[in-house]
């Protein structure tokens, strides 16, 4: 019988694979960042993307911050002129060797009631919970509104 190293086990959890990069079971969570209109918003808007290197579908339940009153997953949809955004009921599928991009005018999280200023550079610490693969915990990193770098 053959004994794994403790650090093949550990590589495994979920845990930081890069400066911004996460993973839980097949899921990879990149560049999760948290856009706001100034430093002393009360809400802002979470961006990421979640590739499923996987060979079965799961699904983001939900996002759960302490630095926020309330985080929800919403998507934009476009009724005639106007855009709406509408909760995500049931969380956000994640398709098997799919990725899925949370960006301005589509799916994004909506961290309602921020519970301090967040100037650019700082972060808040989230729990993302998927059906399947479980729980990760990242950091969104806030960027201004008004910066051209972050696309997404």
Do not use: C, W
């Not at 960042?33 to 979470?46: F, M, Q, Y």
């Not at 998507?75 to 599928?93: C, E, F, K, L």
């Amino acid at each position: 019988m053959r004994l794994m190293p403790i650090a093949a086990l550990l590589a495994g959890l979920a845990a930081p694979t890069g400066a911004h990069e996460y993973t839980v079971g097949r899921l990879l969570v990149v560049h999760p960042v948290i856009r706001l209109a100034s430093p002393v918003s009360k809400t802002g808007a979470g961006y990421l993307a979640i590739t499923n290197r996987g060979v079965a579908a799961d699904r983001l339940l939900s996002v759960t911050t302490s630095a926020a009153n309330r985080s929800d997953l919403h998507g934009t949809i476009q009724s005639g002129a106007v855009m709406q955004m509408r909760a995500q009921a049931g969380g956000v599928p994640v398709p098997a060797g799919a990725t899925v991009t949370f960006a301005p005018g589509g799916l994004h999280v909506m961290f309602i009631g921020l519970k301090a200023p967040l100037p650019a550079g700082q972060s808040i610490k989230a729990r993302l919970t998927f059906e399947k693969a479980g729980t990760v915990d990242v950091d969104f990193q806030a960027v201004s509104a008004a910066d051209p770098t972050h696309k997404h």
